[in-house]
């Protein structure tokens, strides 16, 4: 008998030889290719679907920032965009639209901005410009807007008027979130133009259980990418027009809460969602598909408890193209394809509250092959990332005194 069960385990050895070498394992914390996160997962038992769908390999650009603190003293500020005469606007969360300089003086608030539910995460949110800004004057903001005892995102446009009393015009309410609810949470609210002209909403499912389920329900807006012409009107190829019952202005659905969008270089839309515990999530976005929550996520609820009936996989939902285990809590996002930094060309910059630093993660066909964690010595929650027509990367920190921070290379 022992002959037998030597005979067996000398043959299974030399099949396990003629099979190869067993799998590599992932380089330990400190050597080259490690992954930059080594905090234990909090849902250590959810295995991603691909190879680097999270905890990517570390990168080093041996990048070092120079910080130049353009303004402070705002409260919580969540959005900017560049004038093409070289002033900055900046929300703040509190409902305040500022003009900041190129000297670096901050105008008092822009008066004309139709009233701000400012509560818990919801008040001022983003600001872009139009399209056609040099011709129109054109702005666009997203906010939260009450009424009646309830809430919800709404986005607004109006032309801009600069001086020492700046003000906005001619002000339009071009999109309402439906339905609106009894919530101060998951508000949503980047904006983006695409190369057609037409607009990016993110919105939020409001973090309540009767607004979540609502991500995956094609008569609401809330947990959903919304696709709109500049104003607000619905385009002809958006994918639900024909769907009965289904909200027209729906480009994608399954979202928690999305805190970053950006264009990638070829004009394609990238977004970020806060996720569960263990689940915060980058995403490509396309027409009428699914990204999952709360069916299918990674991670956990925020109690530790395992999220009710959800999966990590599920055919006919998509996956993320990377998450973070544990969150890194992202806002705000920017390709960078200046030349100021050459090291970062080609990257995908994150901004982090919960770490407070930005991220770096660099894709290749469409998936993340490595991650780098910049400006770690920054000193405030990362709320909004954009790189600037100087080839800086500007950030805002979001505090109570919460600042515009411009960023060169240091040396």
């Known amino acids: ?160 008027s600069l001086g020492a009393a700046p ?19 998951h508000f949503g609210g980047r904006l983006v133009f695409a190369p057609d002209g037409k607009l990016f909403i993110t919105t939020g499912e409001r973090s309540i259980l009767a607004g979540r389920v609502q ?40 979202h928690r809460n999305i805190q970053a969008a950006a264009l990638d270089p070829a004009g394609v839309l990238w977004t970020v969602e806060h996720g569960a515990r263990g689940g915060d999530e980058l995403n490509r976005p396309e027409p009428g598909k699914n990204y999952g929550w709360p069916v299918v996520t990674y991670g956990e609820e925020y109690s530790g408890k395992p999220i009710p009936d959800s999966v990590t996989q599920k055919a006919g939902f998509e996956q993320p193209v990377y998450y973070w285990d544990p969150v890194i809590a992202p806002s705000g996002m920017a390709f960078y394809e200046a030349s100021l930094f050459p090291a970062l060309k080609g990257s995908l910059l994150i901004g982090s509250l919960r770490d407070q630093h930005v991220d770096r993660l660099v894709l290749k066909d469409g998936k993340v092959v490595g991650e780098e964690r910049l400006f770690t010595d920054i000193g405030g929650r990362v709320r ?26 240091k040396g």
């Open 167 to 185: 003000k906005l015009e001619n002000v339009q309410v071009i999109w309402r979130q439906a339905p609106k609810m009894d919530s101060a949470l």
């Open 215 to 254: 991500s995956q329900h094609l008569d609401a807006t809330l947990g959903k990418v919304i696709r709109v012409n500049a104003d607000g009107s619905i385009p002809a190829d958006n994918p639900f027009v024909k769907t009965p019952g289904a909200k027209p202005d729906i480009w994608s659905l399954g």
């Open 1 to 160: 008998m022992r002959s037998s069960l030597l005979t067996a385990s000398a043959a299974l050895a030399a099949a396990l030889v003629a099979c190869g070498p067993a799998p590599a394992q992932p380089p330990a914390p400190g050597q080259a290719g490690a992954p930059v996160e080594t905090r234990p997962p909090n849902a250590p038992e959810q295995k991603p679907a691909f190879p680097n769908q999270t905890r990517a390999p570390g990168l080093s650009s041996n990048t070092v920032g120079q910080y130049q603190t353009l303004a402070s003293g705002l409260d919580h500020p969540w959005g900017l965009a560049f004038l093409p005469t070289g002033e900055i606007l900046v929300t703040e969360r509190a409902g305040r639209l500022r003009v900041l300089s190129k000297d670096g003086k901050l105008s008092p608030a822009v008066a004309g901005l139709p009233a701000v539910f400012a509560s818990g995460q919801g008040g001022l949110l983003d600001v872009t410009l139009d399209p056609a800004y040099a011709a129109n004057g054109l702005i666009y903001w997203s906010y939260a807007e009450a009424e009646g005892g309830v809430n919800g995102t709404a986005v607004a446009r109006g032309k801009l």
């Open 384 to 409: 909004d990332v954009r790189v600037g027509p100087d080839g800086a990367i500007y950030v805002l920190t979001d505090e109570d005194n919460g600042k515009v921070i411009r960023i060169t290379p």
